[in-house]
Each structure stands twice: as C-alpha cells, then as structure tokens.
C-alpha cells in the first residue's frame, strides 16, 4: 500500500509548442483567427478560446505567403501551388476546398484577397507579375506585368463601379492597376506608376478619404492622395527601416513596423506619438561576435482591437488600441533552458532570448508578461516563490533581481562583475539576504540582498548588489548550484567531475560572509550538472553526465543511493512528496519519477523529443513543469489517483474475466475460451487450455479424428477471426521456444495448419495488421488535450506499440522454423536411437536365456554329485 503522499505518475495537461517559425502571419478581418507559418505548415488558433484550431497538413514546400479571405485560409507555397483551406473542419487538419498547381513561374511572395466582398484574391511573384484570381471559380482574371523587381507589397481599393489594385516593388515604384479597364486590354499597363521611394516598398494602407500611405526601407512613409490623379502630400521621415504600415480606426493617426519597432505618428503632422517597442536590441558585450543586436519587426496588422506585430524573434504582440497591457505569444521558444515555478499557478521560463517569458498554463499559448533587461541569452533560473522573488544569470555577465509587485515583475536590482556568462544563480531561501552566482571563469560571487528587504514598490532604477565574496571553487564550468534551506551550506556541480560543499556564512549586520570547502564530491565520472538539498532530510543529490544520480548524506557525505536508468547526461533534478521522492530529467528526452525507499523507478515521463534541460515542482507537489531542446513546456498534473483507480479496475476486470475463462472452461465453450484467454493476453492460461484438453485426450485413450484432440476445439481454431489468430501464432512462437511447452505448441500449430490453408492465414494476417494500423495511427494530435503532436513523437508511439501490433507473418515464420527443425531433429534422434535400445534390449533378453541354461545345468550337476 502506497503512502498517501508518494506520487505514482504525472499525466500530461498543456504544452506550449513552437506555432511559428518565420514567414507570414495573419489575422481575420473579424480578429478572431491567427494564422501562422510553421515550416512547412500554416497553423491555425482561435484567439476567442484560446485553442489550437487545425492546422493544414505537412508539404515538402515552404509557405512563402497567406492571407485571410473571410473564413477561409489562402496558402502560397515555394513550388507555386496556391491553396484554399476551409476552417469546417472536424479533425486536426483544415480541408483545401481548391488546390492551384504552377499558379506562377516564379515564387508566389505575397498575397492579398479583397477585404470586402473576399471574392478575389492577388498574388504577386518574384519575378515582379502580379495576377488576380477568382477563388470561387479558381481561374486568373487578370495578369499585370510591368514590375522590374520582385512584388513586396499589396493593397487594394475598391470603388463605386470597380476595384483597384496598389502594388510596390522592389524598383522603387508605386503602381495602380484599374481591374475593369485592364479586363479590356490585351497587355494591362498601370494607370498610375508613384515615384518617391528609393528602397523597396514594403508597407501599402489606404484610407477611407483615399489617403494612401506606402513605407519603405528608405526609412520614410510617403502620404499620397489619390482620390484623382495621385500627388504626393508629405513626406513622414522615421530614421528607422519600415516593413509594414497602416491606418489606425481613427483616421488621424497611422503606425509604422520595422527596425525601429512598432511606433504611432499623426497623420498630419508626422509628429511620433507612441513607442510601443519591440525595435533592435544592441548588445553591450564588448566580446560578442554578432553585435548587430536582436529584435526589430518583421511585420505589423491592424486588428479591430489591436496592432498586431510580429518580430523577428518569433514573438507575437498584441498592443491594444484601449491602452491595455499588451498580449505576447512566443512563436517559437526555441530551447528552453530553465523554468521555475513563480508562484502557484505562474511560471518563469528562459530560452534562446534576452527576456524572461511569464507564462500561466490556463492562458497559453499567450504570456502574461515579458522581462526586458539582459542584453543576451538568459542561462538560469531561480525563484522563491512565497516571496515573489525571482533571480536570473545571463550571459551578459550580470545577474538582475526581480520582485512581483502587483502581479507584475520589476526588476529592483543589478549586480555586474562577472567577466563571462554566468551560468548557474541560487537565492538562500530562507532568509533571502544573499544570492550566489557562478560563471564560466570558474568564480563565485555572493551578493548582499538586505538592501532589498523591506522594498514597498519597486525603485526607479535597479539597485546595484554588492558583492561580498569573489571566489575560484573549480577548474572547470559550474553547472549548478544550490543553497541548503536553513541558508548554511552551498553545494556545486561541475564539469570538471566533482561537486563540492561548502560552509555559508553570512552576518547581515558587519557585512562579513565567508565560503568555506566542507568536502569534494569525486564520484561522477563524467561533468556533474545538477546539484539540490532536500527540504526535508539532511542530504543533497547530485546528477551527473555518467547518466546516474547519486544522493549523499550531509554528516559525512558518503554516498547513500545511486540511482541509474537513464541513457543518457542526466541534466536537472527535484525533490518532492517530503523528500521521499526524486524527479529527474535527462538528454534522453525522459523524466523519471523515482521511489527513493525501494531506489525504484515508479514512473517514466515520455513527453520530449530532445534533451529535457529544465525542470521544477509546482509549491504544493501537485504539477510540475519540464522544458527543453525540442522547444516544447509540458505541465504535468498529479496523475496518482488516476493510476490508482485503473489497477483497481484492471484487478476487477481480472477476477471477472478469470471466473468467466473457468466457466466457459467448464461448459467445454472452447471457442469463447480461447478468444477470452487470447483477448486478456494471458498465454500461460491459454496454454493451460490446449494442455489440459491434450492430456484429457490422451488419459481416455479414445480415437478421434479431432487434430488437438477435441473437435469443439479444432472448430474453434478453424473459426479464429484474424486478429485472435495472429495472436495465437505469436504465443505459440513462444512456446515453440521452450522444450517443456514445444508439444502443445507442435499441436497446436499442426492443427492451425491443417485446419487452415496458408492464403487464408495469409489474408488473416494482413487484414489484422491493417486493422491494427488504423487503430493505432497517431492522428497527429492528442485525443485528451487536443494538441498536436510533433511527427518524430509519432515515429516513437509507433515503435513503442506491442510486438503484437508490429510483428509481420514472416517474422512469426522465422521465429518458427529454426525451433522446429530442432525439435524434429531431436525427434529423429530420439527414433534412432530408439533402434539402438530395442537391439540391445533384444541382446540382453538373448543373455537372460543363456545364463538360465547355465544356471540349470551347475544346478543339476551339484545334484548328480551328491
């Protein structure tokens, strides 16, 4: 009987996974639908329930363009293919409603349906043709030539009688194209060509007054009115590269996306009235190689809420019009590095990027808020979370302090000194007066947090840290830290094979703190990479890259348990349930759930597809969170109860089942004997079966004409469907394998053979196989949550199903034969041999008779002599 606090498993509830990679992202026009470009396959979420929708089934091509028209998503491809996809769909994956094949000669880079009536869609190709399709009837209507450059932007205008299309290019130039007089034109030409540019025209919007706007890369948005023939009004410089423009609801102003971020102007003055952010990022490390900064946005659309941005750091930004707090969704996380439980229900999570994610499992895939203030890649983590304390290290070198005060971070202080990525951070969590970090030269710093205590609201600008203690503890990168829960030890993990502890002390009133070596841990044979104090008991765990974790005690540091199963660097770990168990995760893309009484595996997490860097226990031991390589955040829920419950089930369906097999057993109902033995995949019962009517047979001593020696049962094997039979014959390949069991076996496949013909057995077989296939394909998502899953997850289910489920009829044949030929040549030995025993028996009765009449003639002799 389980203790009540000791978890069975965790189960699998949310996970955020990559929705975009790079390329085009759009919204309906009714706000409600965000399309995405992943790969090779345009994603599709429902922002009103915040649920994955569908998505459009994978290509060999890259989407280079989509767009909305109504609620039906257009797709354009690398291989010139145009797509309609209609969002009726009821499985995962949207349903095209008409494909275009070789819709250009050239690579489709943008498109654009007609807002209004969605009747039209325009298209335009890199080799600067545009055309314009009927998507109902799926024909082109139109084909304009002119561009000396590939097309980059599209917008189009519709009036009383007809509609026009913009275009720009990348020649610099403006072109206006009238659809009914073109219809009437054997070579269209542009009724209009706008010069003003000298850099390609990314951003076209045009008013409801025929105000048009176009933004370029020449760092200026042009104002052009072309309610007649067009002329250029003003010219809005930007100091900043411009990759999307367009005109807020209230016609007075308008925004620009690009280099410089997501910025306001007035619509007649050009003054700037709003820096939304989201422009270049300039690294401030003098030796980072690519100084040309992160960030910058790719693209921007108007919502009937909001401005929708999109970076080129995958992330997605909502800013809405209302001045409320912006809405992020993290295109692709990339690799997720380290994440820690915030508070109960919020989580901090690190990745490839400057910034920390806040995210909340029940408003994925959106994050509650985004920590700006590194200048590179944040390496780690660590939160105490009763006091809304969060401590993160970067490569930056500095180490930055945050403080949640209502329901926001803020970043109340700053500590700088390390001269190299600082890869591992740790908060005493009892007291919260010092911090420790450790970065790649090897040193440790301890910094003085006091100043921090107390702090009603968060200062104007961060507090700069003292550091107390500059000290060299190893000879090669630390991994890990950890601080003991009474804040007296700290415990190390490095790469160069040893962990390490160390006496802390630190006394807030002189200021004085010391770090002193209590003992070198030399028992790793590879880098240690996680080191953690239990809660709960006075021992600490190390994990190391020689896939074991071993635990010691803290009064003499020898070493308690070793734990090994993983097969490959274990990476991260975690204690729980009052320290009587222990998580870990590993470069296998496993986690494992560990029974530290028994030293047993209690449970395997397969939820990963790359090495699981990250790992964290919700505060109250019910979820917990991992993270890594595969760019993939998966909560985990408590799943004991559950666990529980099916054994109890699957014990009472047992004894049901058990009673049931003797009954029938009984009654002589072989047939539904043998498919319930089959079905409750119990061979040693079945082969009880077919032993016990074998035997019965041959204690009676009858004549039968039956091949197993009833006919109730040859009939039952003559009348097996296929999936029962294939089952059967995978048994009896096991039973053929063991000496004591190979005669029932030999029956038994002799009476199939006999009963059966090889192409029924055949057909049988395939149909089984099919049948199994259908049933166990990995639709692509999961039934449960609805998410999908990646394809190399469902490469792994597959390899994972029963040897019952993959094995082929030739295998099962091959399995056989060699078996066979051993027990017929040990047969054959037998009957050999059998003649050499029946000689000399017949020799030693021919022996017998001569020693009688040896025996006789002494007899007599002795009788004649007396």
């Not at 965790?10 to 009714?30: C, F």
């Amino acid at each position: 009987m389980q203790h009540p606090s000791v978890k069975l498993s965790y189960s699998p509830t949310k996970t955020l996974r990559p929705i975009y990679t790079q390329g085009s992202v759009a919204v309906s026009l009714d706000g409600r639908y965000l399309a995405t470009t992943l790969n090779t396959q345009a994603v599709v979420y429902d922002l009103q329930s915040n649920a994955l929708l569908a998505k459009t089934a994978s290509d060999s091509s890259t989407l280079s363009s989509l767009c909305w028209a109504g609620h039906s998503l257009v797709t354009s491809s690398s291989s010139n293919t145009i797509t309609i996809y209609s969002l009726a769909t009821n499985g995962p994956y949207l349903t095209p409603t008409r494909i275009i094949n070789k819709a250009h000669d050239s690579p489709i880079l943008v498109s654009a349906a007609e807002p209004s009536s969605c009747a039209f869609l325009a298209t335009g190709s890199a080799d600067g043709v545009v055309k314009v399709w009927d998507l109902k009837r799926g024909y082109t209507t139109h084909v304009f030539k002119g561009h000396a450059g590939p097309v980059s932007s599209l917008c189009w205008r519709r009036q009383a009688s007809s509609f026009q299309l913009i275009t720009g290019s990348t020649d610099t130039h403006i072109r206006i194209w009238d659809l009914n007089e073109s219809a009437k034109a054997s070579q269209p030409k542009p009724k209009y060509t706008l010069q003003g540019h000298v850099s390609i025209v990314r951003g076209l919007a045009l008013s409801d007054d025929n105000i048009l706007l176009s933004g370029a890369r020449d760092r200026v948005v042009l104002k052009w009115d072309i309610s007649s023939t067009p002329k250029l009004l003003r010219t809005f410089p930007t100091l900043s590269s411009i990759e999307s423009v367009g005109i807020l609801p209230d016609g007075d102003s308008f925004f620009t996306a690009g280099e410089g971020g997501l910025k306001t102007y007035a619509m007649d003055s050009g003054e700037e009235m709003q820096d939304y952010g989201g422009g270049v990022v300039k690294s401030t490390r003098v030796d980072n190689d690519d100084n040309d900064g992160v960030g910058g946005l790719a693209d921007a659309q108007l919502t009937p809420s909001s401005i929708m941005s999109v970076g080129h750091d995958q992330i997605i930004t909502f800013h809405q019009l209302d001045n409320s707090p912006p809405q992020h969704i993290i295109g692709y996380p990339d690799q997720i590095i380290s994440a820690v439980y915030v508070s109960e229900t919020d989580i901090a999570i690190s990745t490839n990027a400057p910034q920390i994610f806040i995210i909340s499992k029940d408003s994925l895939p959106f994050t509650t808020q985004i920590l700006e203030g590194h200048t590179d890649t944040i390496l780690s983590l660590k939160a105490v979370p009763s006091k809304g304390l969060l401590l993160s290290g970067s490569k930056d070198g500095s180490v930055r302090v945050w403080k949640r005060y209502n329901g926001r971070f803020e970043c109340i202080a700053i500590g700088s000194g390390h001269g190299e990525s600082v890869g591992a951070v740790a908060v005493a969590p009892q007291s919260t007066n010092f911090a420790i970090s450790a970065s790649q030269d090897r040193l440790i710093k301890v910094w003085d947090l006091t100043p921090l205590q107390g702090l009603a609201e968060a200062p104007a600008t961060p507090v700069t840290l003292s550091s107390y203690i500059t000290q060299r503890i190893h000879e090669k990168d630390i991994n890990s830290l950890d601080i003991s829960p009474d804040d007296r030890y700290l415990a190390t993990g490095s790469q160069d094979r040893t962990a390490k502890v160390f006496d802390v002390t630190f006394d807030t009133n002189s200021k004085r703190s010391s770090v002193k070596l209590k003992a070198t841990i030399k028992a790793h044979k590879r880098g240690v990479w996680a080191v953690k104090f239990s809660n709960y008991d006075r021992i600490f765990a190390t994990a190391g890259g020689d896939k074991s974790v071993k635990l010691w005690s803290l009064k003499d540091f020898s070493c308690i348990k070793t734990l090994e199963g993983h097969t490959n660097s274990v990476l991260d770990l975690a204690f729980l349930s009052n320290g009587q168990q222990l998580l870990t995760s590993a470069a296998d893309g496993l986690i494992k759930l560990w029974n530290l009484k028994t030293e047993e595996c209690v449970s395997t997490l397969d939820g990963h597809e790359d090495k699981v860097w990250a790992l964290d226990i919700s505060p109250d031991d019910s979820e917990c969170i991992s993270g890594g390589g595969d760019s993939l955040l998966t909560f985990w829920q408590d799943a004991t109860q559950h666990v529980e419950d099916e054994a109890a089930q699957v014990r009472e369906e047992g004894v049901v089942q058990d009673e049931t097999l003797a009954n029938l057993i009984q009654v002589k109902d072989y047939k539904s004997a043998i498919s319930l033995a089959i079905s409750m995949n119990q061979p040693r019962r079945l082969y009880q079966l077919f032993e016990g009517i074998r035997k019965e047979a041959h204690e009676q001593g009858t004549v039968s004409n039956a091949l197993t020696g009833n006919a109730s049962v040859d009939g039952a094997l003559k009348q097996l469907d296929a999936h029962d039979l294939r089952r059967l014959l995978l048994h009896i390949r096991t039973w053929n394998a063991n000496n004591k069991t190979s005669h029932t076996a030999q029956l038994v496949l002799h009476a199939i053979l006999r009963l059966r013909s090889s192409v029924d057995i055949r057909k049988c077989f395939d149909a089984a196989r099919e049948a199994d296939e259908e049933k166990g394909r990995d639709p692509g998502y999961d039934a449960q949550t609805g998410e999908f899953v990646p394809h190399t997850v469902q490469a792994e289910n597959a390899k994972k199903r029963t040897a019952e489920e993959n094995a082929s009829l030739k295998e099962i044949i091959e399995g056989l034969i060699p078996y066979t030929e051993r027990h017929l040549s040990r047969a054959d030995r037998m009957v050999t041999e059998s003649y050499v025993v029946d000689f000399i028996l017949q020799e030693m009765d021919g022996l017998d008779v001569m020693d009688g009449v040896s025996d006789g003639a002494s007899n007599a002799m002795e009788v004649d002599v007396a």
